[in-house]
């Protein structure tokens, strides 16, 4: 049974579903040398933002198969370290959306009405009404940087409370930016003209230290600052300085440089300044629901399934996934028998996307074709993560062509392979009910489901050659499910294709070849 830990706390509804399929460890707290002494033992590593996922951590996980990160931010995880190990890194992306907006916008609240110092004075039994006059938002500019899932919800409810709406974000359009009612604007007119910033933004090197004094210095000396998106984007000193100076308004913090929050002038700046301790997706419904969400991926992933939300597969998000799940078994299936095919080392591969496959989004199905091929190589060391890195490692060519023209089937894919030991190509499709169907090998129509032991003669098309074949392979035991001839023309060259129920004897190839008119025979497990 596969095993996983639980390393940070998780809701139950997670541990429920791993526990289906896994044995599930929850240890929580653990020291980076206490966890990296015993994560050899597991195949899934499931986290929050509490584990620091190093190289070092990876590198002594020798069994992992995925690491799950139950929330949006996978900064905590050497990503790159796990891609090239072929770890899958999933995350929950959408899983605390709604918390985290609306945990800025009850900071942002908050602020404006000083609501938790006026909340302790009260508690300390003062009634004090003249230190907490605050400020409205209705009427005020909100300046949102980031427009994505969080900073878009954040929008709408500002919106709905009368807020007026820039946002700063380069890689939306303008036309998404008007559908949630912001005008895009550039970030200095955004800090110019703000009353309120809130950011909602990754923490990248472009966005680090975003906020510092010189930006600062461009805002008016009653913004206020929301970040509950990633400490480090803040130059929390610069900050500090700002409020004490009264250079801005004050600032409302749930994300911090280093985490948990050290010594800090920040915690002494009053009621200009709220501090929550990484809150934002601390609701019940947001931890259930990036709980189900990871554990599924984890459940899947275990199972041999492909997970919805992997950062580390490029393209494969949960639409796309959706859409190509039936060709990534075609596409892996058509690349382990070219790749058998050719034999030897394969120099190219070609991968042509036709019909309706013949889109951008169907990227995914090139990795999976490269998965297929370098399984003979490699087993299960290759997967989705690392075929592409383990195909240029190999000094593999990758080609990638479209044919939207092609239109025998709905979609299929073409793939040719060449190699020290010549070109050979092969075609597939879904048919009737998803079924994979081999509709070409070297050029010669066919049109068998695939088995899990094949083989393939090329031979010339005359009376008898398909009876002593039979016999020849009766002589060894071996029992054919199935045979289909594939020919161009009439007593030309054909391609054989059979199904055998057993993986054929050592020796046998040699003697299929010397059957007068077999000029070449292929055997392929699958
Ligand atoms: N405080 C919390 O507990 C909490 C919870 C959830 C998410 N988060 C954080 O909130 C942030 C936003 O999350 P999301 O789910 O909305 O992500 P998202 O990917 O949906 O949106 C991020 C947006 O930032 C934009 N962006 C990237 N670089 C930018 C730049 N240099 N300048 C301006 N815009 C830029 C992107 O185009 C995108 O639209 C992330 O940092 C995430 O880790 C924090
Ligand atoms: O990136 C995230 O999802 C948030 O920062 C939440 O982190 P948490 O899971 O540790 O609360």
Request: charged fraction near 30%; aromatic fraction near 10%; charge should be neutral.
């Given at each position: 049974m596969s095993k996983v830990l639980v390393s940070d706390p998780i809701d139950q509804a997670g541990i429920d579903i791993l526990s289906q399929v896994a044995t599930v460890d929850v240890k929580t707290g653990l020291k980076p040398a206490e966890l990296i002494e015993i994560i050899?033992?597991?195949?899934a590593l499931m986290i929050r933002s509490g584990t620091r996922v190093t190289q070092e951590i990876i590198e002594a996980g020798t069994q992992l198969k995925i690491i799950g990160r139950a929330g949006v931010g996978v900064d905590n995880v050497d990503v790159p370290a796990a891609t090239r190990r072929g770890i899958v890194v999933v995350n929950s992306p959408e899983g605390n959306t709604i918390a985290a907006a609306e945990h800025a916008l009850a900071m942002m609240l908050s602020l404006s009405r000083h609501i938790p110092d006026a909340n302790a004075s009260v508690k300390r039994g003062e009634w004090d009404r003249k230190t907490f006059v605050g400020a409205e938002v209705y009427k005020k500019t909100l300046g949102i940087v980031g427009l994505g899932k969080i900073g878009s919800h954040v929008a709408a409810v500002a919106k709905a409370m009368g807020m007026k709406l820039l946002a700063y974000d380069p890689f939306i359009s303008t036309e998404r930016a008007e559908q949630i009612g912001c005008q895009l604007v550039d970030l200095d007119l955004l800090f110019q003209q703000a009353d309120y910033i809130t950011l909602h933004i990754p923490k990248t090197p472009e966005t680090t230290n975003l906020i510092n004094a010189k930006t600062l210095a461009?805002?008016?000396?009653?913004a206020r600052i929301i970040n509950c998106a990633r400490g480090g984007i803040i130059d929390e000193s610069a900050l500090a300085t700002a409020i004490k100076e009264g250079k801005i308004g004050g600032a409302a913090l749930d994300v911090f440089d280093s985490e948990p929050l050290g010594e800090s002038e920040l915690r002494s700046l009053g009621k200009d300044i709220i501090l929550t301790p990484h809150l934002g997706a601390s609701t019940t419904e947001a931890q259930v629901n990036v709980a189900i969400d990871v554990a599924e991926q984890i459940r899947d992933v275990i199972l041999g399934l492909p997970a919805r939300s992997a950062v580390n597969i490029p393209g494969l998000g949960p639409d796309i996934l959706e859409e190509l799940k039936p060709y990534m078994q075609l596409a892996e299936t058509l690349g382990n028998l070219v790749g058998q095919l050719a034999g030897g080392r394969v120099e190219t591969l070609t991968v042509k996307l036709q019909g309706e496959l013949a889109t951008n989004k169907s990227q995914p199905l090139v990795v999976a074709a490269l998965k297929g091929l370098l399984y003979q190589a490699l087993r299960e060391r290759v997967n989705y993560v690392n075929a592409s890195i383990e195909a240029k490692e190999r000094g593999i060519r990758v080609i990638e062509t479209r044919d939207?023209?092609?239109?025998?089937?709905?979609g299929s894919l073409h793939l040719e392979a060449t190699g020290t030991l010549g070109t050979h190509s092969v075609t597939g499709a879904l048919l009737g009910d998803k079924e994979i169907h081999l509709t070409d090998v070297d050029g010669f129509p066919i049109n068998v489901p695939p088995s899990k032991y094949m083989l393939f003669t090329l031979h010339r098309d005359m009376p008898g050659i398909i009876g002593k074949l039979g016999s020849l392979l009766g002589s060894f035991n071996v029992n054919i499910a199935s045979m289909q001839v594939g020919r161009k023309i009439v007593r030309g060259d054909a391609v054989m294709a059979l199904s055998i129920d057993d993986p054929l004897p050592d020796g046998i190839l040699d003697e299929i070849t010397k059957?007068?008119?077999?000029r070449d025979a292929y055997t392929v497990t699958l």
């Open positions: 050899g033992e597991y195949d461009k805002m008016k000396p009653t939207a023209s092609a239109r025998d089937y709905a059957v007068p008119g077999i």
